[in-house]
């Protein structure tokens, strides 16, 4: 036996699991499937209308099902190793007409539909192979066979060394131990099985609706002529696709295994992507596909002048026909399975150019065969970086974004569900060993679910969000993406280029490289070493931090780093609010003259915090032939009057047209912005007490704008205590942990320059705050609306420390006062604290106004849509073969209660195993027919008080022996009331 026989013979008696399982079969089929009714799920109103698609439309994903492995004898037993001779053949007797032809004779009929002209000789009740024995003359190798008739389908037994063409044949099996080609078929059985044979057996426009069974190692089937059509196809080894085949259509199952196109198709219309063409005609199950098939790749260019390169394939259409010979071909909706590839993802990503789907508009197939809209999906683009004009895939990966490089350098290869991406990745650069360096461009509002990280195949993965940028104002406009986990392995490098991500938290694990260049990351950051290219940061925290040269961090709320080496090249900035916890900085291997920067946002509420808790290592420069040491720059940054100028820094730095660097045509930068000193006392900078002073007060240098009569000045500001003996009349301005400051006023007068003292200081403190944004909050259950802001209570823990609210955080709330939304509490940090935790939270919606609901047996329509006092009909039962039902007063949807006032029309109609029936104290209506036709209905127990209408017919067809019962205070009031809907006379209403 071959692989598949032994596989689907191991199916059939073994219990394997689905995926083992859909490995064997021929066919998978596709359906919407039945919506399954969950608690508080909704249902529309209408009717099913009938309809003769074959999918079903709606968000709904049609599931994945598979038709199960056809029987064939061939698959069990050990006979169909061997060929078939005449002998074993099923002798079936009939008329035939045989001759002798000429090579080029049957090639004709079968090239150019031409009968061959040959004399005839019939031979009367035998069987087809004592009719191929009888043929006289000289023997060509090929022969001519018209069926005249048969008395029931027979096996075909090509000889060996013998070409057979018949005509009009009625086979239940074809053995080609020889080549038979088949030109018609008469009444053909529901099955043809191919058996095991040396030969070929050819079909020549053949229109039947046989599922053609292919039982040997090596079965070789030809296609040719127009419009072959077959009931369905498995098992055939090899298909040939001849002459001027162009398309096969298929009633049902298929699959195939190798497909060779030997048709002057592509010849003749090189332009045309799709070289074969298979019709899936009104079926559900998307063919299968065991082996890849390489047809060659061919040149095209559109109407517009594009060119571009793709293999040739084959095109897959559904399509319906009925009994008027009408046909439409039927777009394959999203979610749908459309084909299914039995192969490895290295072949699947060979495959996937080569099969096209006639689908929805903007839709294509997944690696799974599933057709999905990459507009409106979970979806990202993906190109790969390829050595191009000297310049190797891993420069080209680095300049991308950076620098310019030739245009053949970054290649688009496919878009991709998400959750297929690293898959895909890998699966393609194991298929064409290539550079290992990737692109992935995120759609709009894209979501990775789970971690991402850097494919194990690939070396390097660089991620790109989505920006519609607007050329004519030069404005970024960044669409948000969600990312919460990324793993980056070691020896892998992976970069977030040009991307907003907006998330609560953001973890970076692995010791592989990870870099930020130009990513804007909106969520609390934490990792252990990661390298800055362009970057805004909610909050990060992180060992080690490396930065390149002429670079800029923007911090929302909060930085933490153990270590830094940076080039001195850099601009941090903290917005207002923000709080810097700077460890040890390292710039000691950079020989430039560049200091590194430091802005301290300030906005006249709040001002970002400066604090130093490591060394700064900032090494020395030259200039002039000077040898200099390096200092950090520490400066306030007003925002208020950034933002007056129009200054892009001073936005939100997640507004998405955010901009941190200034414009070449700009005339300002930071420096401008200086904040002006109006005597204040304010801390500058906090200094860890514990450092040396040459690593930390010695390095520091602040500065100020001064208003000199209208006039802006900038001067340096140092704490006096070290400058003691430099300048005249200075004080040590020590007070406590604070160090008084002075500034430099060298405008005054130029001959010589004075120290003006000021109450601004430096703190020297062994305390730090701490970020309070990896905080734990406890989780908050989906709320219920009750007309007023919802504020639930949080407990908030940090490193096993349970926080006191008001000691240690306050709290706010967002987006609390609507149903139906999600809300936020907000914790902000205080005291030793700082930074923003947030925690969201669902406010459930209520129920809408007509709209069905489903709770225990029964079905509910919304009449008043409140929060309170809302009120309910019953609908119907969720089955009709209930036999007791108990109507409550009250029932909960979506947590919300809401008040039964009334049975609807029709609700419990045709419910014929129903026998009891008790009605809730709120109903106030029973509708038309609502009962109608509950012939075993005999007990019914009304409990309300306030039933002011019944409809006709509510109770028609019920029992004759049925009982009502209802309150005493209400008999006779009801037994008018109830008079006359539908019940026999015989129906009895008591108390």
């Not at 709009?444 to 104002?473: F, H, M, R, W």
């Not at 007056?644 to 045509?665: I, L």
């Not at 009334?902 to 009891?916: E, M």
């Amino acid at each position: 036996m071959k692989k598949k026989q032994v596989a689907l013979l191991l199916a059939a008696l073994m219990c394997i699991t689905s995926v083992a399982e859909s490995a064997a079969v021929m066919g998978a089929e596709f359906s919407s499937g039945e919506e399954t009714v969950e608690m508080q799920g909704t249902e529309e109103e209408a009717e099913a209308e009938d309809t003769a698609e074959i999918w079903t439309s709606g968000e709904e994903v049609s599931d994945f099902g598979t038709d199960e492995a056809p029987e064939v004898d061939g698959f069990t037993s050990e006979e169909s190793e061997a060929s078939t001779d005449a002998a074993g053949a099923k002798q079936v007797k009939g008329s035939f007409e045989v001759a002798y032809i000429t090579e080029e004779q049957y090639n004709n009929a079968l090239q150019n539909e031409e009968r061959p002209e040959v004399d005839m000789k019939t031979v009367e009740d035998t069987t087809f192979s004592s009719a191929l024995n009888s043929i006289e003359g000289e023997n060509t190798g090929y022969c001519f066979v018209s069926v005249q008739d048969l008395e029931d389908a027979a096996d075909f037994v090509a000889p060996e060394g013998m070409t057979v063409l018949v005509e009009n044949a009625r086979a239940r099996s074809i053995t080609p131990n020889g080549n038979i080609a088949f030109w018609g078929m008469i009444d053909p059985p529901e099955t043809i099985e191919i058996k095991e044979g040396k030969g070929t057996t050819a079909f020549f426009c053949q229109d039947m609706r046989s599922v053609l069974k292919g039982t040997g190692s090596d079965d070789k089937v030809i296609f040719c002529g127009q419009n072959n059509a077959i009931g369905g196809i498995s098992g055939v080894e090899n298909i040939y696709l001849r002459n001027n085949s162009h398309d096969l259509q298929v009633f049902g199952a298929s699959e195939f295994f190798n497909i060779y196109n030997e048709t002057d198709n592509i010849k003749n219309n090189p332009q045309e992507e799709n070289a074969f063409f298979i019709h899936i005609v009104n079926s559900k199950t998307a063919p299968v596909f065991h082996k890849t098939f390489d047809w060659g790749t061919g040149e095209f260019e559109n109407e517009n002048g594009e060119k571009w390169s793709s293999p040739y394939g084959i095109g897959i259409i559904y399509k319906t026909s009925d009994e008027k010979g009408e046909w439409e071909d039927i777009p394959v909706p999203a979610g749908t399975q459309a084909v299914k590839y039995d192969m490895s993802d290295e072949d699947i990503v060979e495959m996937l150019p080569r099969i096209w789907v006639y689908s929805e508009d903007g839709t294509t197939q997944d690696m799974d065969g599933k057709i999905w809209n990459p507009d409106k999906d979970n979806a990202v683009d993906l190109q790969e970086f390829r050595d191009c004009e000297g310049m190797s895939a891993k420069e080209i990966f680095e300049a991308h974004g950076r620098a310019e490089f030739p245009d053949g350098g970054c290649v688009w290869i496919n878009v991709a569900p998400t959750a297929q991406a690293e898959r895909y990745i890998n699966a393609y650069q194991k298929k064409n060993n290539a550079s290992g360096y990737y692109l992935m461009n995120m759609k709009a509002n894209t979501k990775i679910s789970g971690t991402l990280t850097v494919p194990s195949a690939a070396k390097a993965l660089k991620i790109e969000g989505q920006n519609n940028y607007d050329e004519s104002t030069d404005t970024d406009n960044f669409v948000p993406v969600s990312i919460s986990s990324v793993n980056v392995p070691a020896g892998k490098k992976l970069s977030l280029s040009r991307i907003l991500v907006k998330a609560n938290t953001l973890t970076f694990t692995g010791s592989g490289e990870v870099e930020l260049m130009n990513a804007r990351l909106n969520a609390n950051v934490t990792a252990d070493k990661i390298k800055i290219a362009d970057a805004v940061v909610k909050s990060l925290n992180c060992k080690e931090l490396t930065s390149e040269e002429g670079v800029c961090l923007v911090v929302s709320e909060y930085l933490n780093f153990e270590k830094a080496v940076i080039n001195p090249e850099i601009t941090i900035y903290g917005q207002p609010g923000a709080y810097l916890k700077f460890g040890e900085i390292d710039s000691a291997e950079y020989s430039q003259t560049a200091i590194p920067q430091i802005y301290l946002g300030t906005n006249g509420k709040q001002t970002a915090q400066l604090y130093i808790g490591g060394a700064l290592k900032l090494g020395t420069y030259e200039t002039e032939g000077e040898t200099y040491s390096r200092n950090l720059i520490v400066r306030q940054f007003d925002t208020k009057e950034a933002q007056a100028a129009g200054v892009p820094v001073s936005k939100d730095c997640f507004d998405p047209t955010y901009r941190y660097a200034w414009d070449e045509t700009e005339d300002n930068d930071w420096f401008y912005f200086t904040k002006i000193y109006k005597n204040e006392e304010i801390n500058l900078v906090t200094v860890n007490a514990s450092l040396d002073e040459e690593y930390s007060t010695n390095r520091l240098l602040a500065q100020f704008r001064f208003d000199v009569n209208g006039e802006k000045k900038y001067g340096v500001v140092l704490p006096r205590y070290i400058h003691l003996d430099e300048f005249e009349g200075l004080t040590a301005g020590i007070d406590g942990n604070k160090h008084r400051l002075f500034y430099v006023d060298w405008w005054t007068n130029e001959e010589k320059i004075k120290a003006v003292e000021i109450p601004a200081y430096y703190e020297f403190s062994g305390q730090s705050l701490n970020s309070i944004a990896s905080a734990q909050i406890s989780t908050i259950k989906t709320q219920l609306y009750a007309g007023k802001a919802i504020t639930p209570s949080v407990t908030v823990t940090l490193n096993g420390k349970k926080l006191k609210k008001g000691t240690d955080y306050t709290v706010s709330y967002a987006n609390n006062t609507k149903a139906g939304s999600t809300a936020s509490v907000i914790i902000t940090g205080k005291g030793k604290y700082v930074g923003i935790a947030t925690k969201d939270f669902e406010i459930a919606a209520i129920p809408a106004k007509g709209k069905v609901y489903t709770a225990g047996n029964l079905k509910y329509k919304v009449t008043k849509s409140a929060y309170k006092n809302g009120t309910v009909n019953v609908y119907a039962p969720v089955k009709k073969t209930l036999t007791s039902v108990s109507i409550p007063a009250t029932v909960k949807i979506n947590g919300y209660t809401f008040q039964v006032t009334a049975i609807g029309n029709k609700a419990f109609a045709g419910c014929t195993k129903l026998k009891s029936v008790k009605i809730g104290a709120k109903v106030t209506t029973i509708g038309k027919e609502a009962f109608s036709g509950c012939k075993a209905l005999t007990s019914i127990t009304i409990s309300s008080n306030v039933l002011k209408a019944v409809g006709s017919s509510a109770f028609k067809g019920i029992s004759a022996k049925a009982v009502i019962k209802v309150p005493a205070a209400k008999l006779s009031a009801y037994q008018k009331l109830l008079k006359g809907k539908g019940q026999k006379n015989s129906v009895k209403i008591t108390k």
